[in-house]
């Protein structure tokens, strides 16, 4: 059996599925769904909100229905908790003001220049 370059192993590697064991570690759940796929929920979702817009059509804006939820793509989950304001991002932020204000105070000191 001849031994691969790296070059070719990679290449290799590359044309694996998306489905692959190997392009799900590298990529996570992102790699189940190809352009088709995410095109395809782009245009039911789009497609839902547009049928959502004629059905309350003339309708008061307190008696309307609610306005339909795109379908979840692959990964969405991994995203879900990192707004603004999730605890995660509130404890990154509060740590970096933390790290400016001693940068700042050292500055001040003449022990930064």
Do not use: C, F, Y
């Amino acid at each position: 059996m001849p031994l691969l370059t790296w070059r070719e192993l990679g290449a290799l590697v590359r044309q694996l599925p998306p489905g692959s064991r190997t392009a799900l570690a590298q990529q996570g759940e992102d790699a189940l769904w190809g352009l088709g796929e995410h095109l395809q929920a782009l245009t039911i979702d789009e497609l839902r909100v547009a049928n959502w817009q004629r059905a309350n059509e003339g309708v008061k804006p307190g008696k309307q229905s609610k306005v339909p939820a795109p379908i979840e793509r692959p990964g969405a989950k991994a995203h879900k908790g990192l707004d603004k304001n999730s605890p995660e991002r509130i404890a990154r932020r509060k740590a970096a003001r933390e790290r400016a204000a001693a940068r700042r105070s050292a500055i001040a000191r003449g022990e930064i220049r």
